[in-house]
């Protein structure tokens, strides 16, 4: 495994290449099996953890914003709006999806390069980088924005519910004020947000695994470069949104 950061770089924009121009491979069967594990390993079994992580901190952030500006319903608003639904959503629902799902990805790809089933694919006539690396790519890109989307809902349904009952609010009127604020680009750009954090997960994971030395050692230095470097890219990506929000204004 390369230890330059730019040889890591190059790696990564190598892999991203590659995804962008195999997505038409998905149609064959195999792949699309392989493929929807790895929706189902990013996002659907995260499901649980995140329900849980989402109205914990839906009701944790309006509690803590009322004890310290008092009953400010629009403040509250804005809070449950730009700071959770936009920026808290997809940032938390990509650091579940990193410590899940990367040291996985990057350990399983690094015990199959030791055992060199790599080559044996290709020896059957299968495209190795297609059936190993793709699904792991792409699965985690389309897996995070639906695990992101759960998390605001369930996050913003758990600040109404707080809001109402610590301001003495009815429901509809907390969810039409909500409303009004919302932007509808937002939405959007928090999807798109998550769905590069998710591609920027697997890509980073990909190529710690692939790339790993053969030794069993080299697996535990895969997963932990991958984990680290895939918390980076999250802050990054999150980092630049939320300049291009501010600039855009």
């Given at each position: 495994m390369s230890a330059l950061p730019a040889s890591r770089f190059f790696g990564y924009a190598a892999l991203a290449w590659f995804a962008s121009t195999r997505i038409g491979q998905l149609?064959?069967?195999?792949?699309r099996?392989?493929?929807h594990r790895?929706?189902?390993a990013a996002g659907i079994a995260a499901l649980p953890v995140i329900a849980v992580l989402a109205a914990l901190t839906g009701a944790t952030a309006v509690t803590q914003v009322t004890a310290l500006a008092g009953q400010d319903n629009d403040l509250a608003q804005r809070l449950l709006f730009f700071g959770l639904f936009f920026e808290l959503a997809p940032l938390l629902s990509a650091l579940v999806v990193v410590a899940r799902s990367s040291a996985g990805i990057a350990s399983e790809l690094a015990v199959m390069h030791l055992y060199d089933e790599f080559t044996a694919l290709r020896r059957m006539g299968v495209p190795a980088a297609d059936y190993l690396l793709l699904p792991r790519i792409l699965g985690p890109?389309?897996?995070?924005?639906?695990?992101?989307?759960?998390?605001q809902l369930i996050a913003v349904g758990s600040g109404w519910l707080a809001v109402a009952l610590l301001q003495n609010q009815?429901?509809?009127?907390?969810?039409?004020?909500?409303l009004d604020l919302a932007d509808p680009w937002l939405p959007l750009a928090s999807l798109l947000k998550s769905a590069l954090m998710g591609a920027a997960i697997g890509i980073i994971a990909c190529h710690h695994g692939s790339s790993a030395e053969r030794s069993t050692q080299a697996i535990s230095t895969a997963s932990i470069h991958a984990v680290g470097n895939g918390l980076i890219a999250v802050f990054v990506v999150d980092v630049a949104f939320a300049l291009a929000a501010y600039f855009l204004k």
């Amino acid at each position: 495994m390369s230890a330059l950061p730019a040889s890591r770089f190059f790696g990564y924009a190598a892999l991203a290449w590659f995804a962008s121009t195999r997505i038409g491979q998905l149609r064959d069967p195999q792949l699309r099996l392989q493929f929807h594990r790895q929706i189902n390993a990013a996002g659907i079994a995260a499901l649980p953890v995140i329900a849980v992580l989402a109205a914990l901190t839906g009701a944790t952030a309006v509690t803590q914003v009322t004890a310290l500006a008092g009953q400010d319903n629009d403040l509250a608003q804005r809070l449950l709006f730009f700071g959770l639904f936009f920026e808290l959503a997809p940032l938390l629902s990509a650091l579940v999806v990193v410590a899940r799902s990367s040291a996985g990805i990057a350990s399983e790809l690094a015990v199959m390069h030791l055992y060199d089933e790599f080559t044996a694919l290709r020896r059957m006539g299968v495209p190795a980088a297609d059936y190993l690396l793709l699904p792991r790519i792409l699965g985690p890109a389309l897996a995070l924005p639906a695990v992101t989307v759960c998390f605001q809902l369930i996050a913003v349904g758990s600040g109404w519910l707080a809001v109402a009952l610590l301001q003495n609010q009815p429901l509809p009127l907390v969810a039409g004020h909500f409303l009004d604020l919302a932007d509808p680009w937002l939405p959007l750009a928090s999807l798109l947000k998550s769905a590069l954090m998710g591609a920027a997960i697997g890509i980073i994971a990909c190529h710690h695994g692939s790339s790993a030395e053969r030794s069993t050692q080299a697996i535990s230095t895969a997963s932990i470069h991958a984990v680290g470097n895939g918390l980076i890219a999250v802050f990054v990506v999150d980092v630049a949104f939320a300049l291009a929000a501010y600039f855009l204004k």
